[in-house]
Structure formats: C-alpha cells, structure tokens
C-alpha cells in the first residue's frame, strides 16, 4: 500500500528538532514509516510521504504498526512506528511478537498528559507510557529539549537494530 507522495517540503518548513527526527532516521536506513496521523509527527510524515526512499502509510490503529515494523524487518527493510502517547496502550498484546520473536523495534511517540495538558483523558495514558514499554521489554529514551532529539533518535536507532 503506497500513500501518495506530497510536494516536497522546503528545509525552512521544519522546526529543527523535526529535521533532526528525520534526518536521523533517513541516516539510519528506516525505509517504511507506518503512522496514526499527529500532529506532533506532521512535519516528519510529510518529509517521508515525499521521500522516494520510504514509503509512508497510516494506520486505523498503533498495533498494525508494530506487525508491519515486524514484517518490514522480515522483507530486509527497517521501520519506525510514529504515534501518540495515547494510542501505547493499544500495542501492549502485539509488543509480546517483538519481544518473543526478538524484531527489532523503533516507535518515536509524541508525549501527551503531561505537565500542561489540556484534555484530562490523556493524563493517564501519558503518566504511564514509559513504564508499559518497559514492562514489555522495550527500552525508552526520552528527548526532554529539542536539542536532545537528534542524539536521541540515533542512539534509539542504534539500540534497536545494532544493539
């Protein structure tokens, strides 16, 4: 399933932080990029979708994302999964394929619930993602200024498929 590409956007349109994500991941070798639309994600998805190296596709839901990852990796490509926070617990069951077939697994999740947050029916899901990924053995880096991104990326790039 191909999403039909976009005009490419211009350097200038990105905040730097969003040019680090997907510079990062383009320097990583991430070829598919399965996402539930976000606005926090907006800018990368639409730099993939433009891409002629990566093919962009939403999902109905975060889970479908985590079996694509898994058979891009069978197919010899590499993925990341780009979602909100509020959508981690949709994933708990499927995490158990990455963690017992032992897929490499790259997700970059936009943080909602936290300090500030506007719709309280975020809140709990945002107080609890780190630990559901920890719990089910996916380990969590955390970019907390936007100068941290970049280096965060990578080194999230190098723990999934190099170490």
């Known amino acids: 399933m191909q999403h039909k590409p976009q005009a490419q956007p211009s350097e200038s349109d990105f905040a730097p932080w969003q040019d680090a994500v997907f510079s990062a991941l383009k ?16 800018h990368v998805i639409q730099r993939a979708e433009a891409d002629p190296q990566m093919t962009a596709y939403p999902l109905t839901t975060e889970e479908e994302g985590i079996a694509a990852l898994c058979g891009a990796w069978l197919g010899g490509d590499r ?3 780009l979602m909100q926070s509020s959508g981690v617990g949709n994933c708990i ?27 309280p029916w975020q809140v709990a899901m945002g107080r609890a993602t780190p630990a559901a990924f920890e719990l089910m053995g996916v380990s969590v880096r955390r970019a907390s200024k936007p100068e941290d991104v970049g280096p965060t990326v990578e080194a999230a790039l190098h723990d999934a498929f190099m170490g």
Not at 98 to 116: A, D, K, W
């Open 93 to 119: 069951n499927m995490l158990s394929l990455v963690s017992n077939c032992r897929f490499p697994f790259l997700t970059i999740v936009t943080m909602r619930g936290e300090s500030g947050e506007f719709n």
């Open 79 to 81: 993925g990341v999964l």
């Open 27 to 42: 320097q990583g070798g991430i070829t598919q990029v399965p996402y539930v639309p976000d606005a926090g994600h907006q």
